[in-house]
Each structure stands twice: as C-alpha cells, then as structure tokens.
C-alpha cells in the first residue's frame, strides 16, 4: 500500500513467532541496535576486544565435568556438565552482558539499563558497566530484591543502581516493564541490556549469538572427552538464553535431542509454575509474538517458580518455533524436583548449583533413567548456586534457631543408590 | 466509521479537537461509562476508551494504577463495547486504545467486527507498529475503521512516511519521549514533531503525553489538529475521595481543557 513502508515483510521472526512489538519512539533505537551489532560482528575490532574479554576476564572456555556420582542418579547414564557456573560473576550471562556493554560504546550511548529476576543479568549487568565506565540502573522485583537480597548488595558494590518495581506481581515480567519504561524516556542516551532470548527484533537473535559460544565450545569439548555427540542435551528455560545458546550448535546434529525444562512450580494442575509450553497460548508480551502465560481476555498470568530466574510468563520466540517445528521438546520441572537434583549434586558432585540450573539437573535425571546406562547427557550448568544459599538452606530448613544446632537432613543417598536406575 | 468528521468540524470552527483518555472499568464499569459521558458534557470531542492491561509499557503511575484496580475489580474485554455505544449514545467519537495482546486473545477479525458492530470509530495501538499490523490492518479496512498509530519525537522521516501511509482517522503524535503522565511543560519537540508529520501527510495530528492544564491544551491547539489528555483526567477519578467528588472534579477539568481548545487560536 505505501511504497516507502521499510519492510515488506515484518522483521525478526522464527517461523510466525518473533518480531517488533514496541511504541514506535523505540524502532529507531532497535534500528541503530541492529545495524551496530551487524557491523561490530564482521570487525575484527569487535570480535578480537569481546574474545579477548572472554579469555582473559570470563574465562572462557568453560571446562566441561562429568558427574559420575550424580549419575547414579541418572539411570546410570553419562553426564556432563558445561560449567558457565565457573564463568566471572557466577554464570552464562556475562557472554550477552559483555557483548552489548560493547556495542553501548559503539553507539555512543553512556548508560545501561537492565532487568533481573535472580540477580544474575543485573549482577553481569553491572559487572560490564564496571568495567568500561558506563552507568547502570538495574530493574528487579521487589519480591526478587528480597529472595536474592545477596545478589542486590553485590550489584550495589559494583557501583550500580537497583530499583526495587513495586506494580504488578513484583517479579521478572514487571522489571521488565519498567526497563521499557525507562528506554522509552532515555533512549537517546540509554541502550537497555536485554538479558535474555526474548524482547522485540534484534534481541532474540543477538542475544542468542552472544550466547551461541557455549554450545560451539560445548560440542567439541564432548566429542574431544567422549569421541561422539551427547543423546541429549538438557537446559533450563526462564527466556531461555543459556538453552538457546548451547542448543544452537546442535541444531544440525538431528540425532542429538534437545530438551529444556520449564518451572513446573508447585504443579502444572496447581495454576502455580511458569511453564509456558503445558499451558501458555501464543501471544505478544514484551515485544515478541511467542508462547505467553495468560487468561481468556489476553492478560498476563503471574507466574510462579522457586527460581527467580524462571519465573516469567513469556518464553524466548526462537523455543516456540523449536518447540512447533519439534525440533526441541520441553517440559516442566517442579519446585520439589529442581530442589532435590540441587541437593543432589551439592552432596555427590561438590557443586551448588543455580536454582534455575538445578531444573536443567533434573531433567537429566529424568532423560537418564529414561534412556539408560547407554545414555550421554550434556547439561547446561548455567549458573552457581551462592545466590541461592538462602533459599536452600531455608527449603531444607538448614536455618538454626538462635543456640540451637540442626542436624543435617536425612539423606538416602549418599551411602550410594546404583539400584536407583533400574526403578523407572 | 471514524473520527475524521469530527475532526473537520473542529477544524472548520478553527480550533483544535479535544480528545480526553478514561479506561474501562475504574472506578467500576457503570463508573467508568458515567465518567466517560461527563467527559462528553463537558466538551470532550473524541473519548480514548482505554482497555486495562497487566503489563501497560507505555503508561506511567496513573494510568497503571487506574488498570490494576480496574482488572482487579473484575473488568472484561468485552466491557469495552458497552462503554464504545454509551459515548457513541452521547455524541462523541469513540477510539479504543489497547495494548495489542487483548486483542490478539480475542482474535483480530472478531474485535473488529464487534468494535464496528457497536460503533466504534478505531482503534489506538500503542505497541502495534503497522510494519507488525498486517491482521489488523485487513480487519480495519474491511470493517471501515480508523487505524491511528503513534510517532514519537524519534521517528526518523521515513519512519513518519511508513507511519503515516498505514493510518486512518488521524496520527498520534506523543509529545515527549516517555510514558503518560502530566508534565509541567508539553516543550518543543511536539511542535517540531507535528511540522515533521505534516510534511509527509494530510491526516490530522493530534499531541498526546504530558497535557494536563487548560494553558497546555490552548498552547498544544495552536499547532495541533487535536489534543490528548489522559492521566490528568484518570487522576481526578483515582484521587477523589467519592465517586461522585471524582466526577465532579472530572467535569471541571474537562471543561477547562474544552475551553483551552477553543481559545487557542483565537
């Protein structure tokens, strides 16, 4: 109808999902995004500076571990695990977080936002700011500022603001309404770091390719260790950058199955998780057309997770076109199931992991008892569990009583469960 | 149907079209549609019939507070279409503004048909850019409504230009960068803004965010086809201490903005 519309056909989509869903003051500003970010991938400026960050300041590579003991927990199958959780500021953020603070210098821009929901996007966030001299103001949920009190502290030390949002349900999808709000204002000097696979065109795919490291180095790690592809590879999905990223370089690999594993909360029955793949219905929630929590009358659900960082309605548009296309399967993983492989692998393994990546634990031990002894497991293990100390002591209620000692909880497995495999 | 007559009468009166924003819903449904016909009485020109939302990016603490005591007191989409005949029943035009996921959850073609079914002249998308707007737009063209999208202060010319070809009825132009909220002064960009739309269409231009005065809506009139008010009006209902001190407080502003317009130019 108008010869001058830019784009015949809308941009920044998988399959139907994706695309720009934002008030036209911030087009402009995803414009200059995209074209900045295409560029600064093709110059060996660009690309050498956020190597060398990765090297020499994350430490990447990441090693992968095999978790023999844990596997006894697993159908006997072999697992490994890909350690983002070793990576500077305690997980796979800091591989999107460093791209974009670099990109912020490319477009002259000299303030960061972001949202986080357990703190660890915020704490990457602030990290990066840190380092190249920007300012930064973090969004989270009050609800979230309380249950990870620890990680609110840690961006403060780093020299960052953190705005505890008080609307709505208090969490992820709330602090994300106020970064909006606030990119809507201050565009012109601002880029808001988006954390995770989600938001309108260009993030989904920028924030994925940011990312995609950890399954290029990932793949070759097991096949060097192993000599042949994993069966499966299990992620956690709140937006899901950590599963996308160590997907996407077996995408080729059809034999490979690729599984992320959604909050199941308290229970798909319950109403309570955020598990937007058992009940969700594709809508628009913060820029992109993707699977969306919500009620007859297209309004957000609340979500619900013991994970701060899965807990959010929306899911990143790339999972919802994996999902249709078949080519991932996801599934829901409760409160009571994430907190056991956590424990699990605290007591076999010697690792906390993030709470969120504990659901990624448990759907390895799913698959594994599924599969079999023959089974190889990669897991993405993508965050450390310190933040999370608080919540899991009071979950196991490790907490003493002023004077008082607990003893540890009872334990079945620690005196070791091979027959654990053959019950399924 | 669409506002457009509308606002070429005001324009043939030689004065700006005054454009007043309540949501559906606060302080309940039959409240709301009262407060929506005194907007009416007062000389409100088009009312911006405003569906609550859970997650409303473009709006500051007024307008989200409004819509989450409006959802929690148990409003419903389909509320929106009784109170579109009530301002059609008093003589106004009657736009709907909606964040576009309620839409989309009650199926694009539907919306449209029961929109125009209870004369409703458009819709306003805030978060619907036309390059995304497809459905939307066959649904409008089909149904006869107006389809009025938003440029901002960024928008590029050839952003304005893409903007402008897929709109209908009129082009919200927003005033500052930012969410609503009154602001003590409206400031330049908008008559820049509006200068810039102009040069690339012939659709009327109305100014939104930040209008909250009598003073503002004469300044914004001199310049623009219509003025926007929102927040300023949805505060005199959240911040009354009765319903019926609300509507009176409603009244008043409204009738002062009224006046605003028609001194503009004068």
Redesign the interface.
């Known amino acids: 109808?108008?010869p001058?519309?830019?784009?015949a056909e809308?941009?920044g989509r998988f399959g139907r999902f994706g695309?720009?869903?934002?008030?036209?003051?911030?087009?402009?500003?995803l414009e200059q995004l995209e074209e900045v970010w295409r560029k600064a991938v093709v110059d060996p400026a660009f690309t050498g500076e956020l190597e060398r960050l990765h090297r020499t300041y994350t430490g990447r590579p990441s090693i992968i571990t095999e978790v023999p003991r844990f596997a006894e927990h697993c159908g006997g199958a072999r697992v490994l695990l890909k350690r983002e959780d070793l990576n500077h500021t305690g997980s796979h953020k800091i591989n999107n977080v460093l791209g974009q603070a670099l990109l912020t210098k490319r477009m002259g821009k000299t303030r960061v936002i972001a949202e986080t929901g357990a703190g660890q996007h915020g704490v990457a966030t602030a990290t990066a700011a840190a380092l190249l001299g920007l300012e930064c103001v973090v969004y989270m949920g009050k609800k979230d500022t309380e249950r990870q009190a620890l990680n609110v502290a840690r961006m403060r030390l780093l020299g960052a603001e953190v705005v505890a949002v008080e609307?709505?349900s208090q969490t992820l999808?709330?602090a994300v309404?106020e970064a909006?709000?606030d990119w809507?204002?201050?565009?012109?000097t601002t880029h808001y770091v988006l954390g995770t696979v989600t938001g309108p065109h260009p993030f989904p795919e920028m924030v994925r390719e940011f990312h995609r490291v950890i399954g290029i180095e990932a793949r070759q790690q097991v096949l060097d260790l192993v000599g042949r592809l994993p069966d499966v590879v299990c992620a956690c999905v709140g937006g899901g950058s950590n599963a996308i990223g160590i997907f996407h370089r077996f995408l080729d690999d059809t034999a490979v199955r690729l599984v992320g594993l959604e909050a199941g909360g308290s229970g798909i029955e319950s109403g309570k998780h955020a598990a937007r793949f058992s009940s969700g219905?594709p809508?628009?929630?913060?820029?992109a057309y993707t699977y969306?929590l919500?009620d007859?009358?297209?309004?957000?659900i609340e979500s619900h997770s013991v994970s701060a960082g899965l807990d959010y309605p929306s899911v990143g548009p790339e999972h919802a076109l994996l999902r249709e296309s078949g080519r991932a399967e996801y599934r829901p993983i409760t409160d009571d199931e994430a907190m056991e492989a956590f424990r699990l692998l605290a007591r076999t393994e010697g690792i906390l992991p993030a709470i969120e990546s504990a659901h990624a634990l448990a759907g390895a031990m799913q698959l594994g008892r599924e599969l079999g002894p023959e089974a190889l497991i990669l897991v993405n293990l993508s965050g450390r569990g310190d933040k999370d100390v608080h919540t899991a002591a009071e979950w196991f209620g490790l907490i003493d009583a002023p004077g008082k000692a607990t003893p540890p909880p009872a334990t079945e497995d620690e005196a070791g469960t091979k027959g654990m495999g053959q019950q399924q | 149907m669409s506002v457009r007559p509308i606002l070429d009468a005001c324009r043939a009166e030689g004065r700006a079209a005054l454009i007043g924003y309540l949501p559906v819903g606060f302080p309940s449904v039959d409240g709301s549609i009262e407060a929506m016909e005194a907007l009416v009485r007062a000389g409100v020109d088009i009312v911006e019939i405003g569906v609550p939302?859970?997650?409303?990016?473009?709006d500051?603490p007024v307008i989200?507070d409004a819509a989450?005591r409006a959802?929690e007191s148990g409003v419903?989409?389909k509320d929106t279409f009784a109170a579109v005949r009530a301002v059609r029943a008093a003589g106004a035009g009657a736009l709907v503004m909606t964040y576009?996921?309620?839409?989309?959850?009650?199926g694009v073609d539907r919306f449209a048909a029961d929109l125009a079914a209870a004369g409703g002249d458009g819709l306003i998308t805030?978060?619907?850019?036309?390059?995304?707007a497809?459905d939307w737009?066959r649904a409008a063209d089909e149904q006869g409504l107006d389809k009025v999208?938003?440029?901002?202060?960024?928008?590029?010319p050839?952003?304005l230009?893409?903007?402008t070809?897929?709109s209908r009825g009129f082009v919200y132009a927003?005033a500052?960068?930012?969410?609503t909220g009154a602001r003590a002064s409206v400031g330049d960009a908008a008559e820049d803004l509006v200068a810039r739309t102009r040069a690339v269409t012939d659709l009327p231009v109305c100014v939104g965010l930040g209008v909250s005065t009598g003073d503002q809506a004469s300044q914004v009139g001199r310049f623009a086809d219509g003025v926007i008010v929102g927040s300023a009006l949805v505060r005199c209902l959240t911040e009354a201490q009765s319903p019926e001190a609300g509507l009176k407080e409603l009244e008043q502003l409204a009738g002062e903005l009224a006046d605003g317009v028609r001194k503009g130019r004068a």
Do not use: C
């Open positions: 109808m108008s001058s519309m830019p784009h809308p941009v695309g720009r869903y934002v008030p036209e003051a911030l087009i402009p500003a609307h709505g999808k709330d309404n909006f709000r809507v204002a201050n565009v012109a219905i809508g628009v929630l913060h820029g969306v919500q007859e009358d297209g309004q957000t | 939302y859970s997650d409303p990016v473009m500051g989200q989450v959802l419903r989409l576009w996921n309620p839409v989309l959850r009650y805030p978060d619907l850019i036309p390059d995304e497809g737009i999208f938003l440029v901002a202060p960024s928008s590029t050839e952003r230009a893409a903007v070809g897929r927003t500052v960068m930012g969410v």
